[in-house]
């Protein structure tokens, strides 16, 4: 069964930082999607990042880009230069294919130090 | 901006009441979705619809039953709301597939179950 771990239960970061999230997951599959989202204090979840596993380049959003290591199962996000408003949880979610179910991490609280 | 509004943001029910989470999409939206979210669990899919009249379960659909009569609207019912049914619910629509489209979500319904 395919899982999605998320070691770090909380980070913290001075503000201007940078930080990497960790991301690790299990899956027998070659073809598969991989995602982070962000939820802030309101609540709204919002897609931050979505990686493709055939696709060798790492996406990027303006501040946000992610690690994708295929072979180690590793998908980390790293956030440059930290702002207050990126204080939110994070979590990393996987599917197999495009209309399967999303797999979700037990996410990641995200604290920024001003 | 699609906007997916869920009728409560915090509920407190009697144990054994009947509970109803009404939640609306503007976006014209095929896919709905219902998680739960719990401390450390992240999100967990309760019932997902693709279309009108049409309900797939997820990974806890026990002690939930789901309602789509109209495109926008896909209501969660508690039958005989518990304890353990005390949590964050989520409510959440795509265009296409889990992977292909973003997830837009609501702002959550946080239920007490007393």
């Known amino acids: 069964a395919q899982t999605v771990t998320q070691s770090q239960p909380e980070m913290s970061v001075q503000e201007a930082e940078t930080v990497t999230l960790s991301c690790t997951y299990d899956?027998?599959?070659?073809?598969?999607?991989l995602f982070w989202y962000k939820q802030p204090p309101s609540r709204q979840m919002i897609l931050v990042i979505r990686?493709?596993?055939?696709k060798q380049q790492n996406a990027t959003e303006n501040r946000f880009s992610v690690n994708f290591q295929k072979a180690a199962k590793s998908f980390s996000l790293k956030i440059s230069d930290s702002q207050l408003g990126d204080a939110a949880m994070y979590f990393c979610?996987?599917?197999?294919?495009?209309?399967?179910?999303?797999?979700w991490g037990a996410g990641t609280k995200l604290i920024i130090k001003p | 901006d699609v906007k997916v509004t869920q009728s409560s943001r915090y509920l407190v029910k009697r144990t054994g009441e009947k509970v109803f989470l009404e939640c609306v999409q503007d976006?014209?939206?095929?896919?709905m979705f219902w998680y739960r979210q719990d401390p450390g669990l992240g999100l967990r899919l309760i019932y997902f619809?693709?279309?009108?009249?049409?309900?797939e379960k997820g990974d806890i659909p026990e002690g939930y039953s789901v309602s789509r009569e109209k495109k926008e609207r896909f209501s969660l019912i508690l039958e005989s709301a518990s304890t353990n049914q005390t949590s964050m619910y989520l409510c959440?629509?795509?265009?296409?597939?889990?992977?292909?489209?973003?997830?837009?979500f609501g702002n959550g319904t946080r239920l007490t179950v007393t």
């Open positions: 979610a996987y599917s197999k294919d495009s209309n399967y179910q999303l797999i």
């Open positions: 899956t027998s599959e070659s073809d598969y999607y």
């Open positions: 990686q493709e596993a055939y």
């Open positions: 976006m014209d939206h095929e896919n």
């Open positions: 619809s693709y279309d009108v009249k049409m309900k």
């Open positions: 959440a629509s795509s265009l296409y597939g889990q992977a292909n489209s973003p997830l837009h």
